[in-house]
Nanobody
């Protein structure tokens, strides 16, 4: 079983910055893509950003130019640098990872979520 532990959420004023991190541990043979989703109150969960093992990134249009996703060399930690934050970025942010415990199959693991609140 794989655990994804997130950190770095909190309260920030509009225009400010936060950095989220997510560390994977447990039974890991390989992790494919990692990334972040978010869910605002009363809304569906939406993709924020993803990064593959080779470093290819993908961003939601709403965060392009403001957020930067990165991954450590060991490929088990993913970070999200969030700049120029807006009240619309307020949500619970969830880390996700495509994990293979044996190399034979993959499944998506999720973190418990971390709250990001941006005040106007």
């Amino acid at each position: 079983q794989v655990q994804l532990v997130e950190s770095g959420g909190g309260l920030v004023q509009a225009g400010g910055s936060l950095r989220l991190s997510c560390a994977a541990s447990g039974s890991i043979f390989v992790i494919n893509a990692m990334g972040w989703y978010r869910q605002a109150l009363g809304k569906q969960r939406e993709l924020v950003a993803t990064i593959t093992r080779d470093g290819t990134t993908n961003y939601a249009d709403s965060v392009k130019g403001r957020f930067t996703i990165s991954r450590d060399n060991a490929k088990t930690t993913v970070s999200l640098q969030m700049n120029s934050l807006k009240p619309d970025d307020t949500a619970v942010y969830y880390c996700h990872a495509g994990v293979s415990p044996t190399g034979l199959y993959f499944y998506t693991a999720w973190g418990q979520g971390t709250q990001v609140t941006v005040s106007s």
